[in-house]
């Protein structure tokens, strides 16, 4: 939910979100191989959190993603975690693009900003795929749960990210994670975000797994091979990664089953051989044999927990978009949807015992 950078380039830029192309083009030529200029540059029109651009040169493009300008909420935008991971994962074969640098000297574009490859290939907006064949769709959404499954069976310890995430239960530093931001970022009483901040902290789930999580994986933060080749060439936007329980990241992927189809990533109701899309049993079977598993638990929490989480997260949106730091046009649109995921996360809370 946080960017799914849109490929589309903008028009206008707006002047915070202008980048000093002589003193990043000094930058590159100390920090990228190969590096030649003349540089230009453009900006994503997607983005809602972190500033995304495609540099331009006559050898090669590249990718720099940055912290946006203005007053920012505590612990968002964190480009220094987001390159960390990717620079870890990079070497083991893991679809990420390769990392050039990071720079957090603020005297250079003005804020903290990474560079890394110009990953080619598809993204994928809708869930329901409508450019792909009944096959194709099943063989795509069966190399997203296997990728998914693949980093969680990464070994963190073995490629130096053993510290990415803080000890103890991952629910409850997630839970007091969002609520702080959502009340760093409240602007009206919403009683579904009150009844959630008292019932998720008191029916915590035991923690039994520890892995790198995502955070916000779904459809449209990845790129797919050329064509129609069911392959993921690159998962994109680790702005929400740390180490915890599997099960959330997992379950967050898996709310897209639960979620009315309305041009992203749900598929409720759609699912069959009629589309090719499987079900949510067989996805959740064939993540089980994939990461070894003999099953999941009741997922009416899970469901809660992260739709609560993403409400929050979008009120940080609404709250940028209010104070005129919100990095994308569609942030009013976007920061509307606060009031009905809140609705939608107390459903599940009920179902789970609230």
């Not at 640098?101 to 329901?128: A, H, K, N, P």
């Not at 044999?289 to 927990?305: E, I, K, M, S, V």
């Amino acid at each position: 939910m946080t960017d799914a950078p849109d490929e589309s380039l903008q028009a206008d830029i707006p002047e915070r979100d202008r980048l000093d192309t002589g003193r990043l083009s000094a930058w590159m030529r100390d920090h990228v191989d190969g590096f030649d200029g003349p540089l230009t540059y453009a900006k994503f029109a997607g983005g809602q959190s972190n500033p995304t651009y495609k540099l331009m040169t006559p050898g090669a493009d590249y990718v720099l993603r940055r912290k946006p300008m203005g007053e920012l909420l505590p612990s968002a935008h964190q480009v220094d975690r987001e390159y960390r991971v990717m620079a870890a994962l990079h070497p083991t074969g893991f679809p990420v693009p390769r990392q050039y640098g990071l720079c957090q000297d603020d005297g250079v574009i003005g804020s903290d900003f990474y560079v890394m490859e110009m990953v080619e290939g598809r993204t994928i907006w809708d869930g329901t795929m409508p450019d792909l064949s009944p096959d194709q769709r099943r063989d795509h959404y069966h190399a997203m749960i296997d990728t998914l499954a693949d980093l969680h069976n990464t070994d963190h310890e073995a490629i130096g990210l053993g510290d990415f995430g803080r000890p103890g239960n991952y629910f409850e530093r997630q839970v007091g994670r969002w609520t702080k931001q959502y009340r760093a970022a409240e602007t009206e009483h919403m009683p579904a975000m009150e009844t959630l901040i008292d019932f998720l902290p008191r029916t915590l789930p035991e923690q039994t797994r520890t892995s790198i999580v995502h955070g916000d994986y779904r459809v449209d933060n990845m790129k797919f091979a050329s064509g129609t080749e069911p392959r993921v060439a690159a998962v994109l936007d680790w702005e929400l990664c740390t180490l915890g329980d599997p099960t959330a990241d997992l379950t967050y992927y898996l709310m897209s089953w639960v979620t009315v189809p309305e041009g992203r990533s749900g598929v409720m109701g759609l699912t069959g051989a009629e589309t090719g899309i499987p079900d949510l049993d067989e996805m959740v079977a064939r993540y089980c044999a994939r990461t070894g598993r003999d099953g999941l638990p009741a997922l009416d929490w899970y469901f809660a927990f992260n739709l609560f989480r993403l409400a929050s997260i979008v009120q940080g949106i609404k709250k940028r978009f209010l104070i005129g730091t919100a990095s994308n046009a569609k942030a009013e649109a976007t920061a509307a949807r606060v009031p009905m995921l809140a609705d939608a996360a107390l459903d599940f809370a009920r179902k789970a015992g609230a």
